[in-house]
């Protein structure tokens, strides 16, 4: 596994051509920190097409598990898994 490059959201805005060019390019990874903490990563298009199901489908578990805790904490706010996974994928 190669390494991320991490920059913070300052230099980001402030040297985003190159930054696109060193994905683009060199096919690096470039991880953008805000407070010491890492917010988004920019990876080559390409990567992004080979596993764009797999994020969607990592997104619907995040959403599941909050729905999860949520209805936990106050079971009158329950929703079924397959009603907010069908309401997602009806905005793409």
């Known amino acids: ?5 991490e920059i913070t959201s300052r ?3 402030t040297k985003w051509r190159e930054i696109l060019d060193e994905v683009m390019t060199e096919g690096r ?3 953008i920190t805000r407070y010491g903490k890492q ?8 990567d992004y097409k080979s596993v764009a199901n797999d994020l969607d489908e990592l997104r619907l578990s995040r ?3 909050r729905a999860y ?12 898994y397959e009603d907010l996974r069908g309401e997602l994928l ?3």
């Open 63 to 65: 959403i599941a598990e």
């Open 69 to 80: 805790s949520d209805y936990l904490a106050n079971r009158d706010s329950a929703e079924r």
């Open 11 to 13: 230099e980001a805005r």
């Open 1 to 5: 596994m190669h390494s991320v490059k």
């Open 90 to 92: 009806e905005d793409r």
């Open 39 to 46: 917010v988004a990563v920019l990876i080559p298009a390409e």
């Open 29 to 31: 990874d470039v991880a």
